[in-house]
């Protein structure tokens, strides 16, 4: 279409018809034969250079050589004297004695700039078994009726390949003045001559090109047969979009028997668009068949209606389908958020299959309403079949309607213990609407809702809710939720842009909370950091009660930094309570492993002296992977002491081949050394292939400084 728009273009610059048509396409001819090139001549040396070289041009040689012609075809989109220039250059290259490449080459650039006096000499080459296809090709993206006639005159002058790709080429241009001979040619003995004529008459798709198809396929051959099918398929597609309604209704009724499913389901497709006042009964029993093909065809067909009313027909039918009819309706009608696709899919909630009932709920992101939430929800919490509470979670998650965040606030809000699972579509679908609903369910006096609130307001508390989590997080029990509820309070706590006031929450939650509370803040509140703070941990290790002492203890062992690291070990050393004494020693173990600015070989030395004190193998492997990231000549011999030591051994691979990696450039030899000696003693995958890398890079500095 491209080609035949320009073509109708240069047809108004050039008027020419009839005789006068002919006159001058012999005069273009005869002026570029005696005279090639020679309308600009002499203006452009190097356009001149490029096309002597290509009537020369042979395989193996550059096109770099032709880029004038190239820089020309582009300029000639928008100025006809170029475009008018090129392409007779070119029919001077097609009617010389250019080689076949160069003529190749030619018809390519044609395409682009050719017009009407291209054609009469590319319909030359149609007989040319070598040029023929890219002449076809020229002629096609020309276009236009003198293209078509030329090809005509031409189809009984060829034979063979040539002509079968004349047919090809008829075909592509829709010619329907071609018909008759296209039919014509369907009683020829070339198999492929049959072949290209069944498939030319289907894109041309007229009513006399699919009379044609049906009366040949009444005795085609086998082996044709199936090609039949198609261009009859492919004609009535054509007729529909001509208005021609009837012809393709009957061509599409004739092959909804056909072998093929595919064949049967596009035929099906064909004839609701060929019938639009009994498509949308066509559709509904579509839907409601047993042949899978029929209901997908029917269901993309749903998929495609534009008009409210048509959707609300087919909504309002679905509750009646089967359900294998039902799921493939409400798929097709995701996305629809008419009344009726609501209805529909509340129906099914009711009283359907899990299939069904799973299908629905896709429905109701779009369509259903902010009242529909407590519906969704109870069954989000309460069906027995996990997909089900999924599918209904995930619709509360996506639903688009107005008003359904307020809808779930008040189911968390006004329930005497909501749900658990309504809190998590509420933290599903991240909207700071809920933080204050996420506070309330905190306090809930169901533990599993209690739980999840917290889980939620770690992710979704800001600093506006960090006082009242602190005095929530004062409330709870030991185990899952309090350590949960610390992490809610501390991040809440951490974005408070003042650092100095961001203890203030838990401190002022300390002062008010009871024995019971203290303890489940002290953890959270060591994290913090600051003197108040560790003034508060320090009293508390000195509380008479036993379960407050833990409590500092184990807040101590929470420390963000290294400036308790003194304590920390005197503690490990002296103190009489063995579970204070290795909390402190792996809280020693972390705090001086962080990142610091002393040397590394000072934190060697803290490591390994504080490990002495380590009796608990666990305690030991803790110290051996923290000295994996002490970069030093000591560590790494230390560490591949460990190799001997049997509980050691599985613990010290990996910390040996970090620090080796590390201290791989700085000190290649020892690193070479453990990283040989704990090659062989490793199973692990990822080690296996690192190691090998890393001795691959120490031996190629090693060769780079040698040079």
């Known amino acids: 279409m491209r080609h035949q728009r320009r073509h109708v273009a240069v047809s108004k610059r050039t008027p020419i018809t009839g005789i006068a048509q002919l006159g001058a396409c012999l005069i273009v001819g005869l002026v570029t034969y005696a005279m090639p090139m020679a ?22 040689q ?11 075809v582009v300029q000639s989109r928008t100025d006809e004297k170029v475009r008018a220039d090129l392409e007779a250059r070119l029919i001077a290259i097609l009617q010389g004695d250019a080689t076949d490449l160069a003529k190749d080459y030619a018809c390519r650039q044609l395409v682009i700039v050719g017009s009407e006096p291209s054609i009469t000499v590319l319909a030359e080459l149609l007989a040319n078994p070598r040029l023929s296809y890219m002449a076809r090709y020229a002629m096609e993206g020309i276009g236009g009726p003198v ?61 006399p090109a699919a009379s044609a198809l049906r009366d040949f396929a009444r005795k085609a051959p086998d082996e044709l047969r199936n090609v039949v099918v198609d261009a009859e398929l492919q004609a009535a597609k054509s007729l529909c979009r001509q208005g021609e309604n009837q012809a393709a209704t009957s061509l599409f009724e004739s092959l909804l028997s056909a072998d093929s499913e595919r064949v049967r389901a596009t035929a099906l497709r064909g004839l609701i668009s060929a019938k639009p006042p009994e498509s949308l009964a066509m559709i509904l029993a579509g839907l409601a068949a047993e042949e899978p093909w029929s209901r997908a ?13 048509e959707i609300k027909t087919i909504a309002s039918a679905v509750p009646a389908l089967p359900v294998p009819g039902k799921i493939a309706a409400f798929v097709s009608l995701k996305g629809r958020r008419h009344p009726a696709v609501r209805e529909a899919a509340l129906m099914s909630l009711d009283r359907s299959e899990v299939e069904v009932c799973t299908a629905a709920l896709g429905v109701l992101v779009a369509s259903g309403t902010a009242e529909d939430v407590s519906t969704l929800a109870d069954l989000a919490s309460t069906a027995k079949d996990l997909p089900l509470c999924h599918a209904a979670f995930e619709t509360i998650r996506l639903m688009t309607a107005s008003g359904t965040n307020k809808a779930i606030i008040a189911l968390i809000s006004e329930a005497r213990t909501p749900h658990p699972v309504v809190v998590n579509c509420a ?43 602190a005095v929530l997080l004062g409330k709870t029990a030991p185990g899952e939720e309090r350590e949960v509820a610390g992490r809610a309070s501390w991040m809440s706590c951490q974005k408070i842009p003042d650092p100095t006031r961001r203890s203030a929450p838990l401190l002022a939650a300390m002062e008010n909370a009871d024995l019971e509370g203290q303890c489940a803040i002290l953890p959270s509140l060591a994290r913090m950091g600051g003197e108040q703070s560790l003034a508060n941990v320090h009293a508390a290790m000195q509380n008479s009660n036993r379960a407050v002492r833990d409590a500092g203890y184990r807040a101590l062992a929470n420390w963000p930094d290294a400036t308790v690291a003194d304590e920390l070990r005197d503690i490990a050393m002296t103190c009489e309570v063995e579970s204070y004494r290795v909390w402190s020693l792996r809280a020693y173990a972390r705090v001086v492993s962080l990142p610091n600015q002393r040397p590394p070989q000072q934190t060697f030395e803290m490591l390994s002296s504080a490990m002495k004190l380590a009796t608990r193998t666990e305690d030991k492997e803790l110290f051996v992977s923290r000295l994996g990231s002490v970069r030093v000549p000591d560590a790494l011999a230390l560490l591949v002491s460990f190799l001997d030591n049997g509980k050691l051994k599985k613990s010290a691979v990996p910390a040996i081949f970090t620090l080796a990696k590390g201290l791989s450039q700085s000190h290649p030899d020892q690193a070479k050394a453990a990283l040989e000696k704990v090659q062989p003693m490793t199973k692990d995958a990822a080690l296996l292939q690192q190691i090998p890398a890393v001795l691959r890079d120490i031996e190629t500095r090693k060769r780079r400084q040698k040079k």
């Open 297 to 309: 065809v029917a269901a993309d067909c749903v998929v495609e209606l534009k008009k409210p009313k």
């Open 147 to 207: 293209a078509i006639q030329k090809m005509q005159e031409k189809l009984d002058k060829t034979g063979g390949r040539q002509k079968v790709g004349v047919v090809i080429s008829l075909g592509r241009l829709a010619d329907a003045g071609s018909v008759s001979k296209l039919s014509a040619l369907l009683g020829e003995e070339d198999e492929a001559l049959r072949e290209a004529a069944a498939v030319a008459l289907g894109r041309i798709g007229t009513v």
């Open 62 to 72: 550059g096109l770099e050589i032709l880029h004038p012609v190239r820089q020309a």
């Open 39 to 60: 309308s600009a001549f002499g203006e452009n040396p190097a356009l001149d250079g490029a096309f002597q070289k290509l009537a020369k041009l042979e395989l193996g």
């Open 427 to 469: 933290l599903a679908r991240r909207s700071p609407e809920f933080v204050p609903a996420f506070l309330k369910a905190a306090d809930s006096s169901d533990a599993a809702t209690r739980l999840e609130a917290f889980k939620a307001l770690e992710i979704m508390a800001t600093e506006k809710e960090a006082e009242s989590l």
